[in-house]
């Protein structure tokens, strides 16, 4: 059965400096999507970036980027001159498309952003 | 509306009473979930509706049941609610070859608001 491990219940970060939320995933498939969604205090979830497996490039949305390494299974996420705005939990979460198409998160990270 | 609503959005229930949170989505999305979230345990699934018409149990279905009788609502039924079930209630949504418009997916869900139940 795959798997989300995020490894780092809580993390914290200087304002405007960068930080790193890991995501390791287990799954035996080659074809899959992975997400990372934001959830701040409003607690509404908010899909921050997207990453399809087959392709090599990794996603990037402004200030978001993933480091994706298919063979290792890892996913993580980097947050390039954090703002406080960017204080949430954050879920990584994997997807493949079969006849029981369910998303599986993560446990989540907390990040903290330091003023 | 626009995206998912659901309702209310938080309510304070007398143990052994019946419950039902409602959620209705625009979107025209096939798919629909209904998660629990607890602090520490993540989100987890408590049933699921690939179509109108169909359901499915998700990770932790007991004492929880839905229905799916159109494509826009899925309510969740708790039938007799105890303490254990206070939690926050997501519903969501995805379809990747469906849906309309800016709402056409890539296979990542749409959240509703939430709904905070609190069992006494």
């Known amino acids: 059965a795959q798997t989300v491990t995020q490894s780092q219940p809580e993390m914290s970060v200087q304002e405007a400096e960068t930080v790193t939320l890991s995501c390791t995933y287990d799954?035996?498939?080659?074809?899959?999507?992975l997400f990372w969604y934001k959830q701040p205090p409003s607690r509404q979830m908010i899909l921050v970036i997207r990453q399809e497996a087959y392709k090599q490039q990794n996603a990037t949305e402004n200030r978001f980027s993933v480091n994706f390494q298919k063979a290792a299974k890892s996913f993580s996420l980097k947050i390039s001159d954090s703002q406080l705005g960017d204080a949430a939990m954050y879920f990584c979460?994997?997807?493949?498309?079969?006849?029981?198409?369910?998303?599986?998160f993560g446990k989540g990270t907390r990040l903290h952003i330091l003023p | 509306i626009a995206g998912i609503t659901q309702a209310p959005t938080s309510q304070i229930l007398a143990a052994g009473r019946r419950m039902t949170l409602r959620c209705t989505q625009d979107m025209r999305h096939n798919a629909m979930y209904w998660y629990r979230q607890d602090l520490g345990l993540g989100l987890r699934l408590i049933h699921y509706?690939?179509?109108?018409?169909?359901?499915g149990k998700g990770e932790v279905p007991d004492g929880y049941s839905v229905s799916r009788a159109n494509t826009d609502d899925f309510p969740l039924t708790l039938a007799s609610a105890v303490p254990s079930q206070t939690s926050v209630y997501f519903c969501?949504?995805?379809?990747?070859?469906?849906?309309?418009?800016?709402?056409?997916?890539?296979?990542?869900?749409?959240f509703g608001p939430g709904t905070r139940l609190t069992v006494t």
């Open positions: 979460a994997y997807f493949r498309m079969n006849r029981d198409d369910k998303i599986i």
């Open positions: 969501a949504s995805s379809d990747p070859e469906g849906g309309q418009g800016a709402f056409k997916s890539s296979y990542e869900q749409y």
């Open positions: 799954t035996s498939e080659s074809d899959y999507y």
């Open positions: 509706s690939n179509t109108a018409g169909t359901t």
